[in-house]
């Protein structure tokens, strides 16, 4: 009986003790976990939470098609994540609605904004800096080396040759009498992304799409919606695909060519067997090149200034010398700290000197020019309008106008 008394006497004083501290949980969603990038944030957040005990971090996947979605719609909410990671072209955009917090106060006490590539300064708005740029566009043709001596077709080194290469590999294989090879993988959905193959095409011609906040010449954004309607009347993509589709076509080895970043080899290791020792890469056969960011980290305005201290721990952590080096040798990127691609990383990726040379050129921009903060808005009146032509509704004469005449209308101070 004794015993039974002080079982419970301990018991009730442990309750009265309280339990033991709540451990303190960073919510933390990326569309990068399932990529070649994986490795680096699982080891990243493993680094933080050893070095801040009772502090956990959730680390998701978010497919990447949904993920911007996802973030505007729980901003809206008031429920954003604690660690923010998005394409960087939307940072502009949240910063405008005010619902991120400038890092500055913090970015300052570092050599951040004197050791990162030059584009970190474009996340500047009035002033205040709103994201750490992890990652510049570099961009590649990847194609299969196998498809093209089959063809008895060169690498192409001009726009005019990508495009009769792509017809020369285009084939029926089997004989049905419908295409199961085609030339080149577009992205022309009504994603952001089919903006980007837009600019991938009118940055390469060399114009922006803005200057001066003038929008380029109805003529110009026609010649180019042209080209990309000759790709498609040619056969030589299929229409409508948007990023996953487009990158499973060629890693499945039913395309020969497409256009992707620096991440694109880390796709190879699930790709088909038939391709796995065929994938290789080549500089973009444009006198131009679509740059800026490609994706940043940030911090929600609206969390308790605990967090945020916390927040900005992580973001420091990333930022480091030796994670950005881990960065080049996991990732097989080049990272944004200037001068963190070393040996390792170069033998380990053998692409990366032509990604990273890339990422580093003089290059147009794939973002409109004084108007990144209507990205959005330029993205979806562009795509469709772009939807509309590959879909056989519009000429590119046409499209072009009723994208110029969407764009004025709806973004104040566009000439």
């Known amino acids: 009986m004794r015993r039974t008394t002080a079982a419970f006497v301990l018991a ?9 501290a709540a451990e303190t949980v960073l919510d933390f969603p990326t569309y990068q976990l399932e ?19 009772g502090v956990r971090i959730k680390l998701t996947n978010a497919p990447s098609n949904d993920h911007h979605r996802m973030l505007t719609t729980r901003f809206a909410a008031g429920n954003p994540p604690d660690i923010v990671h998005m394409t960087a072209r939307f940072v502009w955009g949240f910063a405008d609605e005010g619902v991120l917090e400038p890092l500055d106060l913090w970015m300052d ?79 022309t959905s009504s994603s952001t992304w ?16 803005v200057t001066d906040r003038k929008l380029d010449d109805v003529a110009e954004i026609a010649r180019t919606l042209g080209r990309i309607q000759e790709y498609v009347k040619a056969g030589v993509t299929p229409t409508g695909l948007d990023n996953n589709p487009m ?15 620096s991440w694109a080899p880390g796709y190879a290791a699930r790709a088909a067997e038939a391709v796995k020792g065929q994938w290789r890469v080549a500089a973009l056969p444009f006198p131009n090149l679509a ?49 963190s691609v070393d040996a390792e990383a170069r033998e380990k990726w053998p692409t ?18 004084g108007f990144e903060n209507d990205y959005n808005r330029f993205s979806s009146i562009f795509t469709e309008g ?20 969407g764009l004025k209308r709806e973004i104040k101070g566009l000439e």
């Open 352 to 369: 990366l000197p032509l990604f990273e040379a890339s990422a580093s050129r003089p290059s147009r921009s794939h973002l409109p020019i």
């Open 247 to 261: 990158r499973q076509l060629f890693w499945q080895g039913n395309a020969a060519m497409y256009i992707d970043g």
């Open 35 to 53: 990529e070649s990038f994986g490795p680096w944030w699982r080891g990243l957040v493993d680094a933080y939470q050893t070095a801040n005990p």
């Open 109 to 187: 006490k570092t050599d951040i904004k004197k050791s990162w590539v030059p584009s970190q300064a474009s996340l500047a708005v009035g002033g205040k800096t709103y994201g750490l740029v992890l990652l510049n566009y570099g961009w590649g043709l990847v194609y299969n080396e196998a498809m093209l001596k089959a063809a008895g077709v060169t690498v192409p080194t001009t726009e005019p040759e990508l495009f009769e290469a792509a017809k020369k590999l285009t084939r029926d294989r089997d004989g049905d009498g419908r295409m199961d090879q085609y030339g080149m993988a577009l992205n």
């Open 194 to 209: 089919g903006f980007m193959t837009f600019m991938h095409f009118h940055n390469g011609r060399d114009r922006d799409i």
């Open 386 to 405: 772009m939807t509309a032509m590959v879909a056989g509704r519009l000429a590119p004469d046409a499209a072009a106008r009723q994208i110029a005449a």
């Open 12 to 20: 009730v004083s442990a309750t009265v003790a309280g339990p033991a």
């Open 291 to 339: 740059g800026g960011p490609s994706n940043a980290l940030a911090m929600p305005k609206d969390i308790p200034a605990e967090r945020k201290a916390l927040v900005w721990k992580f973001i420091e952590l990333a930022a480091s010398p030796d994670w950005q080096r881990r960065y080049a040798v996991m990732t097989g990127n080049p990272p944004g700290r200037v001068g």
